[in-house]
Structure formats: C-alpha cells, structure tokens
C-alpha cells in the first residue's frame, strides 16, 4: 500500500505465504470506481476484525484503502458480533 505506483509490483519477501506475490499499487487502486475486499475462511477472522476496526488506520491495514472508493463491498463467510 506505500507502493505509489499506479501498476502492479512483485513482491518476493511477504510476511505470510506465498512469499512470491503480485499487488497493486495506491495510485492503481485509488483510480478504481468500485473495490471489493474478501475474508474467506477461519485464518482470516483477525483480518476481518482489524479491517472493522476503527482505531486502524489504512497503514495499519492496508485493505481499508478500498473505503476511499466510490463503492466498495466486504465479503465474508465470518459472524462478526455486534458489541
């Protein structure tokens, strides 16, 4: 997400695997009109949380940049309580 580039970037070091990904860049994704973000499966239930939280800012978790767009959608197949 500090990737300023409006292109796709390989990344060869990330911290969860695969260590060998392609993402894109701020420019590329802050050009959207629409953005989807999906958390799918019981690993991703503290990613889902984080992305819900508040207090994170787009740096904390780079997935709230799609909260920037027009229109933007969350998918899930997590329950998330209501407090």
Do not use: W
Not at 31 to 58: E, H, M, Q, R, Y
């Amino acid at each position: 997400i500090e990737q300023e580039g409006d292109g796709f970037f390989l990344v060869h070091d990330a911290p969860k695997p695969p260590a060998q990904r392609m993402t894109a860049g701020r420019r590329l994704i802050s050009g959207a009109d629409t953005g989807v973000v999906i958390f799918f499966g019981s690993t991703k239930g503290k990613a889902l949380l984080d992305f819900l939280n508040p207090k994170l800012s787009c740096k904390d978790c780079p997935a709230k940049i799609i909260l920037e767009l027009p229109h933007h959608y969350l998918l899930t197949d997590q329950e998330v309580g209501v407090q």
